[in-house]
Nanobody, 124 residues
Framework: VQLQASGGGLVQPGGSLRLSCAAFGDTFDANAIGWFRQASGKEREKVSCISNSEGSTYYPDSREGRFTISRENTENAVTVYLQMNSLEPKDTAIYYC????????????????WGQGTLVTVSS
């Protein structure tokens, strides 16, 4: 499975961005697709996840309500979107998409496939 992330950029505090993660290949192995982020000098943290088979989503408590994850399945690819609203400077980070068997696995940082990062900068 190949993952391609896009959609990062510079946004002012309070603004919105939508990140995309396109999965190509044997997407059966990408049942759960989600996002991590890593700010400069900080540890990587989980952001969100969505499962295809269970139809479930996962958010760490601090982000639920501001971030919304969704999934679009087509014949040849799967695309996962992360809509981020009310962005704050603390959301500045490189965002990575990842795929694994389940959101439970992703919550435990058990990841089978990683995409490249996309930089989100929240600044005035």
């Amino acid at each position: 499975v190949q993952l391609q992330a896009s959609g990062g950029g510079l946004v002012q505090p309070g603004g919105s961005l939508r990140l995309s993660c396109a999965a190509f290949g044997d997407t059966f192995d990408a049942n759960a697709i989600g996002w991590f982020r890593q700010a400069s000098g900080k540890e990587r943290e989980k952001v969100s996840c969505i499962s295809n088979s269970e139809g479930s989503t996962y958010y760490p408590d601090s982000r639920e309500g501001r971030f919304t994850i969704s999934r679009e399945n087509t014949e040849n690819a799967v695309t996962v979107y992360l809509q981020m609203n009310s962005l704050e400077p603390k959301d500045t980070a490189i965002y990575y998409c990842a795929a694994t068997i389940s959101c439970l696995a992703l919550s435990r940082e058990i990841v089978d496939f990683w995409g490249q990062g996309t930089l989100v900068t929240v600044s005035s």
